[in-house]
């Protein structure tokens, strides 16, 4: 088995979790290849034995067939960038703080790892979001998808900016407000959710536009199957405004029509037998935490 390890080494204490896989892999003897930027940063803290015995990687292909992301949900994120649309499936291993993607939890990393190799584990496929311009604009080049969402949001101001929003070539309203997020079943436990919007399990085929700060009284979240083609117009008192791609920004400027509609390939997040979304929303979100919902 062929795995590549990515990890951005920002959560305290992450050193030991790092120890605890690479010597759960090597005692298993697969082929694993650390991302090179994170050798790194590995290769220059202290805590992690040497990792002489293993060999880097920069670009994945389709002999990989796993892929360890080892932080938290934002790594994750990153992470998609490398894996793309090669379907290698992707371990969360979560060393931060909530998790709603990374769900292997660092205290079960050896256990976990060993159910994993054992092929004991499920796929949940992810849907993502794609985004283009007219005009083009460079700065979003191929990595123009996200997983979670799609916000555009105010840029050097304090004042509203205006989101004309079609959905199929159909008038849909338009926005007046700080910003407009559009997110995936994946992305509406995040800034989606912040901002009012409705959770939504990551098996349906649906997609959420949420208003940020709107000053619409009646505007609301809206859920629209994933098939819909979105056609966003902005305008505002300044010339340009952000656009985030999960962890990537891009500026664009004032009236450049942009276009999000579901991307052509999914992402494959490994999931541990016993898990589920239902269990990560109770545990994640406190929603058990109700004395009420105690069992007698």
């Not at 389709?62 to 490398?82: E, H, N, P, Q």
Request: hydrophobic share 35%.
């Amino acid at each position: 088995m062929k795995i590549g390890i990515y990890g951005q080494f920002y959560h305290k204490n992450s050193e030991q979790y790092i120890q605890i896989i690479l010597d759960a892999l090597r005692k298993k003897e697969h082929e694993v290849l650390i991302e090179e930027d994170f050798m790194d940063i590995i290769n220059h803290n202290d805590g992690v034995e040497t990792t002489s015995s293993f060999k880097t990687f920069s670009k994945l292909d389709a002999t990989y067939d796993l892929f360890f992301s080892i932080g938290g949900d934002g790594t994750i994120l990153k992470s998609i960038t490398y894996v793309q649309d090669s379907g290698i499936p992707i371990v969360g291993i979560n060393t931060g703080r909530l998790g709603f993607l990374a769900t292997i939890q660092k205290e079960n990393i050896a256990e976990s790892i060993n159910q994993i190799l054992e092929g004991k584990y499920s796929i949940s496929e992810r849907s993502l979001l794609q985004l283009t311009s007219e005009p083009h604009n460079p700065e979003i080049s191929e990595l123009n998808f996200a997983l979670n969402e799609v916000a555009i949001n105010r840029k050097n101001t304090t004042s509203m900016i205006k989101v004309e929003t079609e959905v199929d070539g159909k008038y849909l309203t338009s926005y007046w407000s700080d910003g407009l997020i559009l997110a995936t079943p994946t992305g509406s436990t995040g800034y989606s959710l912040s901002c009012g919007g409705p959770v939504i399990d990551p098996s349906n085929n649906s997609l959420v536009i949420t208003p940020i700060a709107p000053h619409n009284l009646s505007a609301r979240p809206l859920v629209l199957p994933d098939s819909s083609k979105i056609t966003l117009q902005v305008s505002g008192r300044e010339d340009t405004y952000l656009v985030s791609l999960d962890s990537r920004i891009a500026t664009f400027t004032n009236n450049t029509r942009l276009t999000v509609q579901k991307a052509p390939f999914t992402i494959k997040l490994v999931q541990l037998l016993d898990d589920s979304f239902i269990k990560t929303l109770r545990k994640k979100l406190l929603w058990g935490e109700d004395k009420r919902n105690l069992k007698q």
